[in-house]
C-alpha cells in the first residue's frame, strides 16, 4: 500500500508541474505579492483538485470504463485554450500597463474579476475566482489517475482507493503551491531590478500560455 500511495502522490505531483499549470498559475502570480503568491497556487490547487476528484469520482463509479473520455477530453482542450488565450492576454495587457506606469499587485486579477477587498483584506471573491480558474484548468480528465483507480478498484479495498486518491490530491495542492510561492518570489525579485524587466517577465509568461493555449485548441477541434 505503501508503495501504491507514493506512486498516486507522485502522479499528483507531476501532474500539477504540466507546462499549463506551472504558466498558469505564474500567470495569475505576477501581481501578487512574495507572501500572497503562494495562497494564488493554493486556492488555483483547490480548485483543481475539487474537479479532479470529481473526474475520479466520474471515471470510477459512473463510467466504469470511460467510454466518454475522448469526447470530454476534446471538449476540455477547446475550454482549456480558451481560458490560457484569455489569461495570456491579461497578463499582456498587465505587462504593458506596467510599462506605462499604470501596474499594480491585482492588475491581473481585476481584469478576471477576481479581486473584492474588505477593510483592505482579499475578499473571498478574489479565492473563489482563483480556484474557477484552477478548475477550469481541468475539464480534460486526469487520464493517469483514472488509469490508477480503475487499476486498483478490483483489487484494493475502498479505504486503499481513496487513500490512493487523498495522496493524488495532497501531492497537487503541495505542488501548486510551491509552484505559486516560487512564481511570485522570482516575479518580485524581478520587480526589484526594474519595471522593465518585470514586464517582459509578464510577456514571456504570455507568450508560453498563448502558445499552449493555442496547442489545445488546435488538439481540440
Same mark, same amino acid.
Given at each position: ?25 505564474? @500567470? ?8 500572497? $503568491? $503562494? ?22 463509479? /459512473?463510467?466504469?470504463?470511460?467510454? @466518454? ?21 491579461? +497578463?499582456?495587457? $498587465? ?21 473584492? +477587498? ?5 475578499? /473571498? ?17 486526469? =487520464? ?37 510561492? /516560487? ?21 514571456? @509568461? $504570455?507568450?508560453? =500560455?498563448? /502558445? ?10
Amino acid at each position: 500500500m505503501d508503495s501504491l500511495l507514493v506512486a498516486a502522490a507522485l502522479l499528483g505531483l507531476t501532474h500539477a508541474v504540466e507546462p499549463d499549470h506551472v504558466a498558469g498559475i505564474a @500567470a495569475l502570480a505576477s501581481d501578487a505579492s512574495r507572501r500572497r $503568491a $503562494a495562497l494564488v497556487g493554493g486556492c488555483f490547487a483547490t480548485g483543481h483538485v475539487v474537479l479532479v476528484l470529481g473526474w475520479v469520482l466520474l471515471g470510477s463509479v /459512473v463510467l466504469s470504463r470511460l467510454p @466518454a473520455t475522448a469526447a470530454f477530453d476534446r471538449f476540455g482542450g477547446l475550454v482549456l485554450g480558451v481560458v490560457l488565450l484569455a489569461v495570456a492576454a491579461l +497578463t499582456a495587457v $498587465a505587462g504593458a500597463r506596467r510599462l506605462r506606469g499604470h501596474g499594480s499587485h491585482t492588475h491581473v486579477h481585476a481584469r478576471l474579476g477576481l479581486t473584492a +477587498t474588505d477593510g483592505g483584506r482579499r475578499g /473571498v471573491r478574489e479565492y473563489l475566482g482563483l480556484g474557477v480558474a484552477g478548475a477550469l484548468f481541468t475539464l480534460s480528465p486526469p =487520464l493517469s489517475m483514472l488509469a490508477l483507480v480503475t487499476a486498483l478498484l478490483p483489487t484494493a479495498t475502498l479505504g486503499g482507493v481513496l487513500l490512493a486518491v487523498l495522496a493524488y490530491a495532497v501531492g497537487i495542492l503541495l505542488a501548486m503551491t510551491v509552484v505559486g510561492a /516560487v512564481a511570485g518570489t522570482l516575479f518580485g525579485a524581478l520587480e526589484g531590478y526594474g519595471t522593465r524587466l518585470h514586464a517582459g517577465a509578464q510577456f514571456l @509568461a $504570455a507568450g508560453v =500560455l498563448a /502558445v499552449i493555449g493555442a496547442g489545445a485548441l488546435m488538439g481540440g477541434v
